[in-house]
C-alpha cells in the first residue's frame, strides 16, 4: 500500500474506473512534456498510453470517466487551460476546438484538480494567474467560474474529495501555512476553514488526503504523515518512483487515503459536519 500511495503522490492526476478496478494515473514526460497515462492494476502496470503531445512541463491535469467519454483537462505551454475527449470512433484523444476552458490562464506555478460531482457533473479547480483559487462548473457545455473564499501560497497542491454532501477543496493557505479546506455547502456556497494545524515549512509538491491526517510528498521527495492536530511523522523518502522507509517500523506502515472508491464512512478532515463516504478523489 506504501508503494501505492507513492505513485499516486508522483502522478499529475489520477482516477478510477467505474468498479474501482483499474487506476489511470497521469504523468508529464520530463523530457518531451508528453502526457502519458498508465492504467494499473493493483501494482501491476498493465498498460500505458500518450493522451497529450504538449502539455506545460511539470504540470498537472484532470481525469475524466462518465457513462458517455472519457475526457482530460490539462495546461498548456502558454499556461492556459484546454481539454481533450476521447474519440471511440478514430481511437485517439482529440482536442476540443473552440474550447471557452482556453480563456482561463492558470499562475505559472499553478496546479488545477477535478472531480465529478454526485450528479455527474465536471468540476475544475485552479490557481489562475493572479493566485486566486478558481472554480469551474461545466454546465449545458458552459463553464461557470467561481472564486474561492481564502487565499493559497503559489503553486499549492490542489486535493479534492466530491461526495453526496458536497465538494471538498484542500490547498495550502498563505495566510497560516495550514492545510485549508474550502467546503461547498448543498447550497452552492463555500466557506474556508483550517483543516490541519501544522505549519508547512518544506515546500510541498502533493498531498493526499486520510482520516484525520494527511499524506504529505516535499520538494526533497520525503514522506511525511500530518495529523489534523498539526503533528508531523518523517516516513521516508521516494526515490526513482518507490518508497524507501525512514525505519523499520514504516517499512510497511498501514495507509487509508480517499480514493475514487471511497473508504467507508467517515469525517473528512476540517470538516466534522459531514459524515458520508468520500467515493471520488482527485490529488494534483
Known amino acids: 500500500m506504501s508503494q501505492e500511495l507513492a ?13 474501482g478496478n483499474v487506476n489511470y494515473l497521469l504523468f508529464v514526460d520530463s523530457a518531451k512534456s508528453f502526457l502519458n497515462c498508465q ?4 501494482d501491476t502496470l498493465a498498460k500505458q498510453e500518450l493522451l497529450v ?10 481525469y475524466f470517466v462518465t457513462p458517455s467519454e472519457k475526457l482530460v483537462i490539462c495546461i498548456t505551454p502558454s499556461s492556459n487551460l484546454t481539454s481533450y475527449i476521447y474519440d471511440t470512433d478514430d481511437r485517439e484523444w482529440v482536442e476540443v476546438d473552440d474550447s471557452p476552458l482556453s480563456n482561463y490562464a492558470v499562475h505559472a506555478s499553478g496546479k488545477l484538480a477535478g472531480s465529478l460531482d454526485d450528479t455527474g457533473r465536471v ?4 490557481q489562475d494567474s493572479s493566485q486566486r483559487l478558481i472554480s469551474l462548473i461545466s454546465i449545458d457545455d458552459e463553464w461557470t467560474s467561481t472564486t474561492l473564499p481564502g487565499s493559497a501560497v503559489s503553486g499549492t497542491p490542489i486535493s479534492v474529495l466530491s461526495s453526496k454532501d458536497g465538494l471538498l477543496v484542500y490547498y495550502i493557505s498563505d ?15 463555500w466557506r474556508d476553514s483550517a483543516a490541519s494545524e501544522y505549519t508547512f515549512i518544506e515546500e510541498i509538491k502533493a498531498f ?8 504529505v510528498l516535499t520538494s526533497n521527495n520525503a514522506l511525511l504523515k500530518i495529523t489534523t492536530k498539526g503533528d508531523k511523522t518523517a516516513l521516508g523518502t521516494v526515490k526513482n518512483g518507490k518508497f524507501v522507509p525512514e525505519t523499520v ?3 510497511g506502515f498501514s495507509v487509508s ?9 467517515a469525517e473528512y478532515p476540517g470538516y466534522s459536519g459531514i459524515g458520508g463516504t468520500a467515493d471520488r478523489y482527485r490529488r494534483w
Open 7 to 19: 505513485r499516486f503522490l508522483l502522478a499529475a492526476g489520477y482516477t478510477a474506473d467505474a468498479g
Open 39 to 42: 492504467h494499473w492494476k493493483g
Open 53 to 62: 503531445e504538449s502539455v506545460r512541463p511539470n504540470s498537472t491535469a484532470a
Open 123 to 126: 468540476h475544475i479547480f485552479f
Open 175 to 189: 495566510t497560516d501555512n495550514f492545510i485549508h479546506v474550502a467546503i461547498q455547502g448543498p447550497d452552492g456556497t
Open 208 to 215: 493526499c488526503i486520510g482520516k484525520d491526517e494527511f499524506f
Open 249 to 251: 517500523e514504516e517499512a
Open 257 to 265: 487515503w480517499y480514493s475514487w472508491s471511497g473508504c467507508g464512512n
